[in-house]
């Protein structure tokens, strides 16, 4: 199982835009008059299209960017905890899966390596997933790169040769299930993000809930076959 994070198993709130405005205006010397659409992409994504926006011509910024959005966030853990929140289930489903000696949990995500685990600890997540043979935005831009990442990690950090038919991306965007495609592997989405039900039931994952507050449920779509 590959989890990606934002608007899946965590909501951030204000704070998660906020540290990219904060990381541009360190950086370049000014932040942003309007916010990017965030949802389903990668960080290092986010801040070219933020650079396109504000019309910065700069591209050698982006590691330095990302470097000051890691300190930004790492800096605010604190009140990540007590602004943002985990999914609704999310914990329940997490841990009755890390239950099963079947299946292996890691996270596939835009978000930097070291902003994943920021985010996953403040709410407890991490000790379900195997977070360091995951894929992140720090690895590749494009996210439809990174289930070759991931499964390449589980091979080479933990000896695991597992098909690609064998693994499940969840998320809530479209994003998400594009990447499952590219990948080779099937696709649980969850209207837990900002795209409604009907809008994800449209885009053609193998399945699709509201939510992931039916334990039961969400165990049985995902260890099918198994």
Not at 54 to 75: C, K, Y
Not at 138 to 162: F, K, T
Not at 178 to 195: D, E, K, N, Q, S
Request: charged share 30%; glycine share 10%; proline share 3%.
């Amino acid at each position: 199982m590959l989890w990606d994070i934002d608007g899946t198993l965590v909501r951030a709130g204000d704070l998660g835009a906020a540290v990219f405005d904060r990381a541009l205006l360190a950086v370049l010397g000014r932040a942003p008059n309007e916010r990017i659409r965030m949802s389903g992409k990668t960080d290092p994504q986010i801040v070219h299209e933020y650079l396109d926006l504000m019309e910065v011509d700069e591209p050698g910024s982006v590691p330095e960017i990302l470097h000051r959005l890691e300190w930004e966030l790492a800096a605010d853990r604190h009140r990540l905890a007590a602004e943002g929140s985990s999914c609704d289930g999310a914990a329940a489903v997490l841990e009755r899966l890390a239950a099963d000696d079947r299946v292996v949990q890691s996270v596939l995500t835009g978000n930097v390596a070291a902003n994943a685990v920021v985010k996953l600890a403040a709410f407890g997540l991490e000790r379900w997933l195997d977070v360091e043979a995951g894929a992140f935005g720090s690895d590749d831009a494009d996210r439809r790169a990174l289930v070759g990442v991931a499964l390449a990690r589980q091979r080479e950090m933990r000896g695991r040769d597992v098909a690609a038919q064998d693994v499940w991306v969840v998320g809530d965007t479209p994003d998400d299930l594009a990447c499952a495609r590219a990948g080779g592997t099937r696709c649980l989405l969850v209207a837990t993000g900002r795209y409604p039900v009907d809008e994800l039931r449209g885009a053609g994952a193998d399945a699709v809930l509201a939510d992931l507050t039916d334990t039961e449920r969400v165990v049985e779509i995902l260890t099918a076959g198994l």
